[in-house]
């Protein structure tokens, strides 16, 4: 069974960093690229970031490139998200995703989300 | 960056009736569009990918069409639990962007 668990979400004050974390297990995690997807409250999603099977190729969103670093271990089967300069407007719930191939595709599975808020 | 434009944003109706909401790419995406389905509370569901394949265990009522530039997800026979909101996402080149979403209620 595919299962996701998220963790590293919480409260810190603008400007501040925080470091998310995606524990995966139930398939061959280095198969498959991996992603950030992120939602305000009461708004929609937004991706966030990705990343290949390998962890050659990264990507991001416009409105985090330069703050945001995506990584993964694919020997701890382990997905992480370092988020800098945070600010008030990157609140929301955090979910890790896995694509259904090795550089990208629908996004088959999702961990339960992690919440960060970011305030003063 | 590619720009995914859903429409409606939301919409009502009976049980039984046959709903289709539309999502347009402002460029070509070939068939790399997947739907999702977001019921209140809960984690976003995968249901369909590359525009019209059916994801394991999703009820048949679903079913996506298009390519290029406009896509469709239809549902055929709308049921009480389909209440949610749906959203497109193109996967042809990153960024990944999602579309703003419907609602879906029953009326």
């Known amino acids: 069974e595919v299962q996701l668990l998220d963790s590293g979400g919480s409260l810190v004050q603008p400007g501040g960093s925080l470091r998310l974390s995606c524990e995966a297990s139930g398939f061959t995690f280095s198969s498959y690229a991996m992603n950030w997807v992120r939602q305000a409250p009461g708004k929609g999603l937004e991706w966030v970031s990705g990343?290949?099977?390998?962890?050659?190729?990264?990507y991001y969103a416009d409105s985090v490139k330069g703050r945001f670093t995506i990584s993964r271990d694919n020997s701890r089967n382990t997905l992480y998200l370092q988020m800098n300069s945070l600010r008030v407007e990157d609140t929301a719930v955090y979910y890790c995703a896995k694509s259904r191939g090795l550089i990208k595709g629908g996004l088959d599975y999702w961990g339960q989300g992690s919440l960060v808020t970011v305030s003063s | 960056d590619i720009q995914m434009t859903q429409s409606p944003s939301s919409l009502s109706a009976s049980v039984g009736d046959r709903v289709t909401i539309t999502c347009r790419a402002s460029?070509?995406?070939?068939?790399?569009l997947a739907w999702y389905q977001q019921t209140p509370g809960k984690v976003p569901k995968l249901l369909i990918y590359?525009?019209?394949t059916l994801q394991s265990g999703v009820p048949s009522r679903f079913s996506g069409s298009g390519s290029g530039t406009d896509f469709t997800l239809t549902i055929s026979s709308l049921q009480p639990e389909d209440v949610a909101t749906y959203y497109c996402?193109?996967?042809?080149?990153?960024?990944?962007?999602f579309g703003q979403g419907t609602k879906v209620e029953i009326k």
């Open positions: 460029q070509g995406i070939s068939n790399f």
């Open positions: 590359a525009a019209s």
């Open positions: 996402q193109e996967y042809n080149s990153p960024p990944w962007t």
């Open positions: 990343i290949s099977g390998s962890g050659v190729n990264t």
